[in-house]
């Protein structure tokens, strides 16, 4: 049988020398103190406590221990300690200590009483364990998760919701101040065309410069994306000023970047609002200095813009539009006009006619589409409306046909949103079929300022071309680029815009442009038609000039369709009815 262990024996037996080595080797720092002598002095330290502290046994031997503590260690921690040895029991604190040499380190403390044979209390032992990394990796990713709480982490500047509180902050204080809401117009382009890292270095070196600009007086944000804020709270806060810092906010970001050698320039719009002169609070600021940065925006104004509250006006009336424009189209309150092209030869013979959409409203009577075709084409309606006006047209264009009317082709208008949209062609090829209008009767205009993106643009105008129909720039001229769409892109038609036929032939210059407008594309083997010709001189001039075709009030004005069909019967030289 084998033989019980015993704890008796002696390889069980610790001699208190040993008891003594083995304490002096522990890898922890360990403290003995006796309550019952004055001021509680430690009466033994071992070798892990010297490593941890670096003082010797002389040091400390016979003194409080208070000599590892410093300014800011835990009042209330200590005093926790007090009460455990008052209390004669064990307690456990993280205690921000100094070693000999007064650096600091963190110490996870457990003291536990010792008591004699009869309870009487005889020493305290202190257990110490070095935590700093543990408590510094602690204090580094809170550091981290309130620096994303409250920053922004490319830029470093306020994030938006921090941003808010100190807006809330400072209106508390009463004081006159303002909020700048930038923005960098098409940023989009930049992070496509160079990548995002250089869009991130931009945004960061854009944030450095506004830092700058705004200094002292400015709190800046980073709201989103390309979207900064400064909250502006000079001295001196009247209107001037503010428009003067934010015009400095502009031009500091508006100094060329550099990426690779190559200058970078971004232009950016400006929305500023005030308090307390739009708003009290701070969401009101907020929203409002939005607003006048959209209008800054939107038309281009590249001068920082302020808030007025007939901008309140304009938006209402633009979301009582949106709302109603889907009704109207389901009300049948949309009309098709058309505006007559003839040839540009005096005798003017009827060559075609443009679809021009007309909006009768029961509340605002007939509303001009300039007034409402840039919010369906913000708003994505246009592709609904457009199909309607593409069928509408299409259908009225074979019925003429059919009626015995002259078979002239129709021109209808295209917006950048419908022409970029995948079903673009279905829906074109879906009027035609439905209609049975063949496609040479059918033109499409487009405008330059939708050609930017020429592989695209390129491939959608062949398939409609091969199908037969026939492809215009409209308001040509007014874009940009335009010889290089000439020759790369597959056009039939040159609308000249009206600007130019406007003051000919009284103007020499603008005649002399408009002889070249139509020598250019003529030479790229296009028809030319000018529009907006309004006087028999405009017209002769044209005439003479080689221009193809006319189109203008001088020959008519838009017209609705009994109209139309009055001038059909008066070209077929019928009686009028
Ligand atoms: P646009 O395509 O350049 O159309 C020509 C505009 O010039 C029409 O204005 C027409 O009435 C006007 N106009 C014609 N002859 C003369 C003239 O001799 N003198 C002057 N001063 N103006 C003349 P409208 O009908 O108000 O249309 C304005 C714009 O609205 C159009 O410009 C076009 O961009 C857009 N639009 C009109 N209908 C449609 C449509 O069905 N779809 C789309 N996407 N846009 C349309
Ligand atoms: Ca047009
Ligand atoms: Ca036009």
Same mark, same amino acid.
């Given at each position: 049988?084998?033989?019980?262990?015993?704890?008796?024996?002696?390889?069980?037996?610790?001699? +208190?020398?040993?008891?003594?080595?083995?304490?002096?080797?522990?890898?922890?720092?360990?403290?003995?103190?006796?309550?019952?002598?004055?001021?509680?002095?430690?009466?033994?330290?071992?070798?892990?406590?010297?490593?941890?502290?670096?003082?010797?046994?002389?040091?400390?031997?016979?003194?409080?221990?208070?000599?590892?503590?410093?300014?800011?260690?835990?009042?209330?921690?200590?005093?926790?300690? &007090?009460?455990?040895?008052?209390?004669?029991?064990?307690?456990?604190?993280?205690?921000?200590?100094?070693?000999?040499?007064?650096?600091?380190?963190?110490?996870?403390?457990?003291?536990?009483?010792?008591?004699?044979?009869?309870?009487?209390?005889?020493?305290?032992? =202190?257990?110490?364990?070095?935590?700093?990394?543990?408590?510094?990796?602690?204090?580094?990713?809170?550091?981290?998760?309130?620096?994303?709480?409250?920053?922004?982490?490319?830029?470093?500047?306020?994030?938006?919701?921090?941003?808010?509180?100190?807006?809330?902050?400072?209106?508390?204080?009463?004081?006159?101040?303002?909020?700048?809401?930038?923005?960098?117009?098409?940023?989009?382009?930049?992070?496509?065309?160079?990548?995002?890292?250089?869009?991130?270095?931009?945004?960061?070196?854009? +944030?450095?410069?506004?830092?700058?600009?705004? =200094?002292?007086?400015?709190?800046?944000?980073?709201?989103?994306?390309?979207?900064?804020?400064?909250?502006?709270?000079?001295?001196?806060?009247?209107?001037?000023?503010?428009?003067?810092?934010?015009?400095?906010?502009?031009?500091?970001?508006?100094?060329?970047?550099?990426?690779?050698?190559?200058?970078?320039?971004?232009?950016?719009?400006?929305?500023?609002?005030?308090?307390?002169?739009?708003?009290?609070?701070?969401?009101?600021?907020?929203?409002?200095?939005?607003?006048?940065? &959209?209008?800054?925006?939107?038309?281009?104004?590249?001068?920082?813009?302020?808030?007025?509250?007939?901008?309140?006006?304009?938006?209402?009336?633009?979301?009582?539009?949106?709302?109603?424009?889907?009704?109207?189209?389901?009300?049948?309150?949309?009309?098709?006009?058309?505006?007559?092209?003839?040839?540009?030869?005096?005798?003017?013979?009827?060559?075609?006619?443009?679809?021009?959409?007309?909006?009768?409203?029961?509340?605002?009577?007939?509303?001009?589409?300039?007034?409402?075709?840039?919010?369906?084409?913000?708003?994505?309606?246009?592709?609904?409306?457009?199909?309607?006006?593409?069928?509408?047209?299409?259908?009225?264009?074979?019925?003429?046909?059919?009626?015995?009317?002259? &078979?002239?082709?129709?021109?209808?208008?295209?917006?950048?949103?419908?022409?970029?949209?995948?079903?673009?062609?279905?829906?074109?090829?879906?009027?035609?079929?439905?209609?049975?209008?063949?496609?040479?009767?059918?033109?499409?205009?487009?405008?330059?300022?939708?050609?930017?993106?020429?592989?695209?643009?390129?491939?959608?105008?062949?398939?409609?071309?091969?199908? =037969?129909?026939?492809?215009?720039?409209?308001?040509?001229?007014?874009?940009?680029?335009?010889?290089?769409?000439?020759?790369?892109?597959?056009?039939?038609?040159?609308?000249?815009?009206?600007?130019?036929?406007?003051?000919?032939?009284?103007?020499?210059?603008?005649?002399?442009?408009?002889?070249?407008?139509?020598?250019?594309?003529?030479?790229?083997?296009?028809?030319?038609?000018?529009?907006?010709?309004?006087?028999?001189?405009?017209?002769?001039?044209?005439? +003479?000039?080689?221009?193809?075709?006319?189109?203008?009030?001088?020959?008519?004005?838009?017209?609705?369709?009994?109209?139309?069909?009055?001038?059909?019967?008066?070209?077929?030289?019928? +009686?009028?009815?």
């Amino acid at each position: 049988m084998e033989e019980s262990l015993r704890f008796d024996q002696p390889e069980f037996i610790i001699t +208190a020398p040993e008891l003594i080595r083995a304490m002096e080797r522990m890898g922890v720092g360990l403290i003995i103190t006796n309550p019952n002598l004055p001021d509680n002095p430690v009466i033994y330290v071992n070798q892990g406590f010297k490593e941890m502290t670096g003082y010797e046994a002389e040091d400390v031997l016979m003194r409080n221990c208070r000599c590892l503590q410093g300014p800011d260690t835990s009042a209330e921690d200590l005093k926790k300690i &007090k009460l455990a040895q008052t209390e004669r029991r064990a307690e456990t604190v993280t205690l921000k200590n100094y070693r000999k040499d007064g650096t600091p380190f963190w110490n996870q403390l457990t003291i536990s009483p010792v008591f004699g044979e009869s309870g009487e209390l005889l020493y305290f032992i =202190g257990l110490q364990f070095d935590i700093t990394k543990e408590v510094e990796e602690k204090e580094n990713s809170s550091r981290r998760i309130r620096q994303l709480a409250f920053f922004d982490s490319l830029t470093g500047l306020l994030n938006m919701s921090h941003f808010k509180t100190e807006l809330e902050k400072q209106l508390q204080e009463d004081i006159p101040c303002a909020v700048i809401r930038l923005n960098i117009d098409r940023f989009r382009y930049i992070n496509e065309s160079y990548g995002d890292k250089v869009g991130d270095s931009l945004l960061l070196e854009a +944030a450095e410069r506004m830092k700058q600009a705004a =200094g002292k007086d400015g709190i800046l944000c980073r709201s989103f994306a390309d979207d900064f804020i400064v909250l502006l709270k000079p001295e001196k806060c009247s209107r001037y000023h503010i428009h003067m810092l934010a015009r400095m906010l502009a031009d500091a970001l508006h100094k060329p970047h550099y990426y690779k050698n190559e200058e970078i320039r971004l232009s950016y719009s400006i929305g500023i609002s005030m308090y307390p002169d739009h708003g009290n609070e701070g969401f009101q600021l907020l929203n409002h200095a939005d607003l006048a940065l &959209k209008k800054c925006k939107q038309e281009n104004i590249g001068e920082p813009y302020w808030f007025h509250f007939s901008l309140l006006d304009q938006i209402n009336k633009r979301i009582e539009m949106e709302k109603k424009l889907p009704k109207a189209l389901e009300n049948e309150e949309f009309e098709l006009y058309f505006q007559p092209k003839c040839g540009g030869s005096p005798e003017m013979p009827l060559a075609g006619a443009e679809v021009l959409l007309r909006w009768n409203d029961p509340e605002q009577g007939l509303v001009p589409p300039m007034d409402f075709i840039p919010i369906a084409e913000e708003n994505g309606f246009i592709i609904r409306l457009g199909e309607w006006i593409l069928s509408e047209s299409c259908r009225l264009a074979k019925a003429w046909q059919e009626e015995g009317y002259p &078979k002239i082709p129709v021109s209808v208008n295209v917006s950048a949103a419908q022409f970029k949209h995948p079903h673009f062609i279905d829906m074109v090829e879906h009027a035609l079929v439905s209609s049975g209008l063949e496609p040479k009767y059918l033109e499409l205009e487009v405008t330059e300022t939708m050609l930017n993106d020429p592989v695209v643009i390129k491939e959608k105008l062949e398939r409609l071309r091969s199908r =037969g129909i026939k492809i215009s720039i409209d308001d040509f001229g007014t874009g940009y680029s335009s010889i290089h769409y000439l020759k790369t892109l597959p056009i039939d038609i040159l609308k000249i815009d009206k600007s130019f036929v406007q003051d000919t032939p009284m103007s020499k210059q603008d005649s002399a442009l408009l002889v070249s407008i139509i020598q250019l594309g003529k030479s790229f083997g296009l028809t030319v038609l000018a529009e907006g010709v309004e006087s028999k001189s405009q017209l002769e001039f044209l005439a +003479a000039s080689g221009c193809d075709l006319i189109q203008g009030y001088y020959y008519s004005r838009p017209l609705n369709r009994e109209a139309m069909e009055q001038l059909f019967r008066k070209s077929m030289g019928q +009686a009028l009815i």
